[in-house]
């Protein structure tokens, strides 16, 4: 099996965990059990640790270099950034205009790589990325009597807020690919959990009022959350976008929803409908079409090194 392969394999399965603990992390937040930006803070710690003390062990962690720290805790940041934004749109936005802007990311990636790394894409990796924006549409965003277009007939904060997750998630997905391509991947994974994990604990007192109990169920979720969907994921997203397009990356990121409409099916019975399906076949289309007729492996542009385009210089 090619690595390249392997990527995609592991990227997908990867994905299929976020979609399925989508609804854990919804149960303990439906509880009352922890507020949701520490609770994202606990789970980010506990991944941090968990990669830091096998990265360790294991001697991947020696000989850290300034530019692996600086890499490494750019994609934190903006890691951070995405699940900020996405935390406080929910306060004043829908679950689905979340679902939706979130996945906007699949379309953000390839504008940003074009404008600020002067990257050309194949068409038919733009018509994967638009078939995969639409069916995300049909899939997060419900239909309304009278209303086309659902529950998209208004804009308010909470929209402004998650299109800033939608950003912040297309730049973190970008930088993380450059950063894995110039240092070992063990090392950016703890990086950019452990800056994510630290900027959490310290935003957190400011935007909310954090409170947790620590009962057996929410120490489930945060095991659960912090090895499979943090510290696990984390670690195969930064070795496979080594092999992978950072559009390819979001493209395939986009069946998070896919993933947790059949997870909801399964466990709560949830019918979605013929919208939703659609949908869902509409970006499993895309996909195909961006891996088939596309480019499979691009070069993403000369390191941000030579580019300029770093935090410090933008």
Known sequence: MSRSLKAHILLILTTLVWGATFAEIKDVLDRGLTSAMLFNAVRMAFAAFALGLVFLLRGKLRGISAATVRDGIIAGAFLWAGYEFQTQGLIYTTPSKSAFLTGVSVVLVPIFLVLFWRKKTNRWTLIGVAAAFVGLFLLT?????GKPL????SVNRGDLLTLGCAISFGFQIIFLGHATRRHPFEQIAFLQTITAATLMFISTPVIEHPHMEFTPRLITAIVITGLLGTGAAFTVQAWAQQFMAATNTA???ALEPVFAWITSFIIYGERLGWRAGAGAVLI?????????????IESEGPSLATTGHTIGTQ
């Open 141 to 145: 965003v419900p239909a309304e009597a």
């Open 150 to 153: 659902g529950d998209f007939a």
């Open 251 to 253: 493209l395939i990121f």
């Open 284 to 296: 499993l289309a895309g996909i195909l079409t961006s891996e088939l007729l596309g480019h499979p």
